[in-house]
Nanobody, 120 residues
Framework: QVHLVESGGGLVQPGGSLRLSCAASGSIVGFTAMGWYRQAPGKQRELVAHITSGGTTNYADSVKGRFTISRDNAKNTVYLQMNSLKPEDTAVYYC??????????????WGQGTQVTVSS
């Protein structure tokens, strides 16, 4: 049983900030990375940011310098701090946990999604 529960989404003014949280429960075997994806209306799902088991981070060019991904291993939670939000950041944000078996077989777990709306 692996469940990802997202929180922190909502409505915010342009230039404002939000912090998304994703709490993972259950046993995750072969963990390699956790990250955030988003899907805006009429657009494909895209990677926003991820952090590997070793702590390496990666960001989409569109959010680099504004968003920060972090994790709290004790709480089994990953965060996405979003600053200087723009209307184009409006999307449903999904938490993702990526695993890989010892033989290299990948498997992904997904949260239910949380809506982020940036509007004046």
């Amino acid at each position: 049983q692996v469940h990802l529960v997202e929180s922190g989404g909502g409505l915010v003014q342009p230039g404002g900030s939000l912090r998304l949280s994703c709490a993972a429960s259950g046993s995750i075997v072969g963990f390699t990375a956790m990250g955030w994806y988003r899907q805006a209306p009429g657009k494909q799902r895209e990677l926003v940011a991820h952090i590997t088991s070793g702590g390496t981070t990666n960001y989409a060019d569109s959010v680099k310098g504004r968003f920060t991904i972090s994790r709290d291993n004790a709480k089994n939670t990953v965060y996405l701090q979003m600053n200087s939000l723009k209307p184009e950041d409006t999307a449903v944000y999904y938490c993702n946990v990526h695993t890989r078996s010892s033989l290299g077989t990948p498997y992904d777990y997904w949260g239910q999604g949380t809506q982020v709306t940036v509007s004046s």
